[in-house]
């Protein structure tokens, strides 16, 4: 996760942002903060990557990298705003003692557009990561790579409208339908015959943008809609405030890079 220190709107690269709306600095920190340490008291280990002043977007630390089995497949921003925030991961993941890292030839996103179930990865296209990152994430890491059409900008990155729920699984997941198309849809009631499909309100809360550990499901505390579909499969909701992060158009998944080592 990456602080907020530095985070605002002052440009805008999807329809979340409004550089007109104020953010409230400290209240975005103590939200993120919150976030954080209700990770700590889940017993997970939370590390922090330190924020760049230039770089307002860094707290969307999902963004930065993807990494599977300790593989780590860097980023390549679309919008010349974030490039410089894919070195900083990479320099990061180098000094963790990360040995595999690539440096992609095409635009991804990190997971803001890869999603990762037991053996494959879902690969978002569409507004940010090219699709030409897909063939390259399946020879960088072994895996088949399901490629999926997002076709509404408000869900701009996968990880906007898809939220795997147990990555020791290949059929849990809930997402957002008419974030996709026609065929993209097809393919998800296919593979995922009993996924929750969320609601537009929940959509619209940025619900789909949480973090399960298999049990626990972390989410913004407005995609209300989601708690008893979550609770009926065995999860536990545990909905966090993230209204501040929300106007840069991203929540609990946004600011959370998994580091599945
Ligand atoms: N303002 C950021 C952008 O538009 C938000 C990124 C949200 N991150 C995510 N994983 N969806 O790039």
Redesign the pocket.
């Known amino acids: 996760m990456c602080p907020p220190a530095h985070f605002r709107?002052t440009y805008s690269?999807?329809p979340?942002?409004d550089p007109g709306k104020p953010v409230d600095l400290p209240l975005a920190v103590a939200q993120w903060e919150v976030l954080r340490d209700r990770y700590r008291a889940l017993g997970h280990t939370v590390e922090e990557l330190a924020p760049d002043p230039g770089l307002p977007?860094m707290v969307?630390a999902?963004?930065g990298a993807t990494v599977v089995d300790g593989r780590v497949l860097g980023a390549r921003?679309?919008?010349p705003?974030?490039v410089a925030e894919a070195a900083a991961h990479r320099a990061w993941y180098r000094a963790h003692g990360f040995g595999e890292i690539r440096e992609p030839d095409h635009v991804n996103?990190?997971?803001?557009d890869f999603a990762v179930t037991a053996s494959w990865l879902l690969a978002g296209r569409g507004f940010?990561s090219s699709p030409l990152s897909h063939p390259e994430a399946q020879e960088f890491f072994g895996r088949p790579v399901i490629g999926l059409d997002l076709v509404d900008p408000r869900y701009?990155?996968l990880?906007?409208a898809l939220c795997v729920l147990d990555d020791g699984s290949d059929s849990e997941v809930m997402y957002y339908p008419p974030a996709f198309s026609p065929g993209s849809r097809a393919v998800l009631a296919g593979l995922f015959p009993d996924a929750i499909l969320a609601s537009e309100a929940d959509a619209l809360a940025l619900g789909l943008?949480a973090v399960s550990d298999g049990h626990h499901v972390l989410l913004p505390q407005a995609a209300t809609g989601l708690f008893d579909p979550l609770r009926e499969r065995g999860y536990e909701p545990v909905p966090v405030d993230l209204t501040e992060l929300l106007k840069?158009?991203?929540s609990v998944?946004?600011?959370t890079a998994e580091l599945r080592a």
């Not at 996103?109 to 803001?112: P, S, V």
């Open positions: 709107v690269i999807n979340w942002m977007d969307y999902a963004n921003f679309a919008h705003e974030r996103e990190g997971e803001g940010r701009y990155h990880d906007t943008n840069g158009g991203g998944k946004c600011c």
